[in-house]
């Protein structure tokens, strides 16, 4: 079975910096990859995708990730960190006709003013 | 309303209560999940839902019930629960054509509090 690793469990950053989560799957065949958000008392929001093609993906709210094959990676990334990114961020993997997406412990992000 | 809507948004129990968590989901999905969600560690799969017939339950206790009376509506009847079953139950739902390759949509979810 597929499985994924964020190996931050609480990243700090001041405002304006720049932002790299780290992901790393595990996994035979070309997985799917996942980044959600949640805030606090939240549900978790899809911020990007990676299935196939352009191994840059662009997500919603600036937000960006590379799948690196050769690193079983797929970290994400921000140019500018802005307050209201101080979330909680899932990295997940799935497989197709598989219905059990695997999801990461979290990464919590908070923002220094 | 619109996505993925759950109800209640808080619940407090005691061990020997029945009561059940509803999902409700806008956007013409066919399959649809629970997950539960605890400190520290990362979300369960508990059920999956897949044109109303449940096609995964990875191991959960049968204190756990759900229900899916259609494709837009899932349930999840509680009844004689333990302290440890304290957390974040998240409803999502998807297209329900690639299984976890399909993105899911999350609610809110629930904050089940057990006594």
């Known amino acids: 079975a597929q499985s994924v690793t964020q190996p931050d469990i609480h990243i700090t950053v001041s405002e304006g910096a720049s932002l790299e989560l780290r992901c790393n799957y595990s996994y035979g065949a070309t997985p799917y990859l996942f980044w959600y958000v949640q805030s606090p008392g939240q549900g978790l929001q899809l911020l990007l995708k990676?299935?196939?093609?352009?191994?840059l993906v662009q997500g919603i709210k600036g937000f960006e990730a590379e799948f690196k094959r050769s690193q079983s990676s797929f970290n994400l990334r921000k140019p500018s960190v802005h307050w209201s990114d101080a979330a909680e961020y899932f990295c997940a993997v799935g497989v197709w006709n598989n219905n059990d997406m695997r999801f990461g412990a979290g990464t919590r992000l908070t923002v220094k003013p | 309303e619109t996505g993925v809507t759950q109800t209640p948004r808080h619940l407090v129990m005691g061990m020997t209560n029945k009561k059940s968590l509803k999902c409700e989901q806008h956007l013409g999905h066919n399959a649809m999940y629970w997950y539960k969600q605890s400190a520290k560690k990362p979300l369960e799969l508990m059920f999956v839902?897949?044109?109303?017939?449940?096609?995964e339950n990875n191991s959960v206790p049968s204190r756990f019930s759900p229900e899916c009376p259609n494709s837009s509506h899932l349930f999840l009847h509680l009844h004689t629960l333990q302290p440890e079953d304290s957390a974040l139950y998240l409803c999502?739902?998807?297209?329900?054509?690639?299984?976890?390759?399909?993105?899911?949509?999350f609610g809110p979810g629930t904050r089940l509090t057990v006594l």
């Open positions: 839902y897949s044109l109303e017939e449940r096609v």
């Open positions: 999502a739902s998807s297209q329900g054509e690639g299984g976890s390759a399909d993105t899911q949509y």
């Open positions: 990676y299935f196939s093609g352009d191994t």
